[in-house]
T-cell receptor
Framework: GENVEQHPSTLSVQEGDSAVIKCTYSDSASNYFPWYKQELGKRPQLIID?????GEKKDQRIAVTLNKTAKHFSLHITETQPEDSAVYFCAALTGGTSYGKLTFGQGTILTVHP | NAGVMQNPRHLVRRRGQEARLRCSPM?????VYWYRQLPEEGLKFMVY????????ESGMPKERFSAEFPKEGPSILRIQQVVRGDSAAYFCASSSSSGSRYEQFFGPGTRLTVL
């Protein structure tokens, strides 16, 4: 089955700095990679996703890159703000299915210091 | 535009009791997923259902756990004879059958505590 590894487990940055979170996956048939943000006690919220037919996608301060050959993808947050502090999860769609069975990484606790 | 609804938000059960968790998908969504999140861990897929059908239950423990999504009403995750290890947050997510069918929207979760 699919296995997703996420690093780092914790990340601390100063406000205004950039933050990068990396994930690797094992199933070469995976073709959809979402990122979720989860604040303490709240639901996971989709912040950006990428499909395997593109290498990069950007939405304001957030970008995701995908390297299918190396089977890794990364989340980039620029100009970080204290409200970006949360747990971030990457996920990969299990290959060979027509539905959204996701395998999640272990999560990264991002802390942005004012 | 109501999002995914789950109830109860918090549930306390004693060992051996039954827990019933409910999930109402977003309007127009016919696909429901259940995930379990243990403290300080990521989400683990449990089961995927469409109306009146269990499509993939590969993440469900073989015993004590069951799920349904009837023609009318919410999806229900049922845990019989709960044990302390069942304590976790249980999230459901829904997606549409058209457009971006992979995109999942999560409910607020049910936090189950087993005493």
């Amino acid at each position: 089955g699919e296995n997703v590894e996420q690093h780092p487990s914790t990340l601390s940055v100063q406000e205004g700095d950039s933050a990068v979170i990396k994930c690797t996956y094992s199933d070469s048939a995976s073709n959809y990679f979402p990122w979720y943000k989860q604040e303490l006690g709240k639901r996971p919220q989709l912040i950006i996703d990428i499909r395997s037919n593109v290498g990069e996608k950007k939405d304001q301060r957030i970008a995701v890159t995908l390297n299918k050959t190396a089977k890794h993808f990364s989340l980039h947050i620029t100009e970080t703000q204290p409200e970006d502090s949360a747990v971030y999860f990457c996920a990969a769609l299990t290959g060979g299915t027509s539905y959204g069975k996701l395998t999640f990484g272990q999560g990264t606790i991002l802390t942005v210091h004012p | 535009n109501a999002g995914v609804m789950q109830n109860p938000r918090h549930l306390v059960r004693r060992r051996g009791q039954e827990a019933r968790l409910r999930c109402s998908p977003m309007k127009g969504h016919s696909h429901v997923y259940w995930y379990r999140q243990l403290p300080e861990e990521g989400l683990k897929f449990m089961v995927y259902l469409q109306k009146e059908n269990i499509i993939d239950e590969s993440g469900m423990p073989k015993e004590r756990f069951s799920a349904e999504f009837p023609k009318e009403g919410p999806s229900i995750l049922r845990i019989q004879q709960v044990v302390r290890g069942d304590s976790a947050a249980y999230f459901c997510a829904s997606s549409s059958s058209s457009g971006s069918r992979y995109e999942q929207f999560f409910g607020p979760g049910t936090r189950l505590t087993v005493l």
